[in-house]
């Protein structure tokens, strides 16, 4: 047996084992995934967005950029649907409950984003990341069949009450798209 042909058969394994390699550093088939939401308020008037950026260390970035929302704290979650049907009563019940796919407690699940800081102005930017929801495939996905929704309630989410954290009323809502 030549060099040639000792290429030639270990090439394809080589080749196979540096993509399992690869796809293991990753820890995601689908790192680099990405999905917007556009949210909007109770009228239906778009009022901001969310993006979702899977990195490829397997956790997702989450930025939430929003205007027109009364000062102070309040509660943001993910909700199980992506619907987000403005009007309705009570508001944005479409999304449906918490995005809870290993069945968590209040305050430690994975729709729960904790709270968001509102200016005076009614303003209000956040980006963080996290390892509780991906946008692969899998049973922690946002982008399932039904898609997911981020919710952003009128009053501050206490952390404790289930399901909702106390937070009030549903004030705003934005369904992921991938994209």
Same mark, same amino acid.
């Given at each position: 047996?030549?060099?040639?042909?000792?290429?030639?058969?270990?090439?394809?394994?080589?080749?196979?084992?540096?993509?399992l390699? @690869? /796809? #293991?550093?990753?820890?995601? &088939?689908? =790192? +680099?995934? !990405?999905?917007?939401? %556009?949210?909007?308020?109770? *009228?239906?008037?778009?009022?901001?967005?969310?993006?979702?950026?899977?990195?490829?260390?397997?956790?997702?970035?989450?930025?939430?950029?929003?205007?027109?929302?009364?000062?102070?704290?309040?509660?943001m979650?993910?909700?199980?649907?992506?619907?987000?049907i @403005? /009007? #309705?009563?009570?508001?944005? &019940?479409? =999304? +449906?409950? !918490?995005?809870?796919? %290993?069945?968590?407690?209040? *305050?430690?699940?994975a729709?729960?984003?904790?709270?968001?800081?509102?200016?005076?102005?009614?303003n209000?930017?956040?980006?963080?990341?996290?390892?509780?929801?991906?946008?692969?495939?899998?049973?922690?996905?946002?982008?399932?069949?039904?898609?997911?929704?981020?919710?952003?309630?009128?009053?501050?989410?206490?952390g404790?009450?289930?399901?909702?954290?106390?937070?009030?009323?549903?004030?705003?809502?934005?369904?992921?798209?991938?994209?």
């Open positions: 047996m030549n060099v040639r042909t000792t290429i030639a058969r270990t090439s394809p394994l080589v080749i196979a084992a540096l993509m390699v @690869a /796809g #293991a550093a990753t820890g995601r &088939a689908d =790192a +680099g995934s !990405h999905a917007t939401a %556009t949210i909007v308020d109770q *009228g239906g008037t778009a009022i901001g967005t969310a993006t979702f950026f899977e990195n490829p260390a397997g956790r997702v970035v989450v930025g939430v950029d929003v205007e027109g929302l009364s000062p102070g704290e309040h509660g979650h993910l909700h199980t649907t992506g619907a987000c @403005a /009007g #309705a009563s009570p508001a944005f &019940a479409s =999304a +449906g409950g !918490h995005f809870n796919p %290993t069945g968590g407690v209040h *305050g430690a699940h729709g729960d984003l904790g709270n968001l800081s509102v200016n005076p102005q009614g209000a930017r956040t980006q963080f990341e996290t390892a509780q929801f991906t946008l692969s495939p899998g049973l922690s996905s946002l982008l399932d069949g039904d898609g997911s929704a981020l919710v952003i309630h009128r009053d501050p989410d206490d404790v009450t289930d399901p909702a954290g106390n937070s009030g009323p549903r004030v705003a809502c934005g369904a992921l798209v991938a994209g």
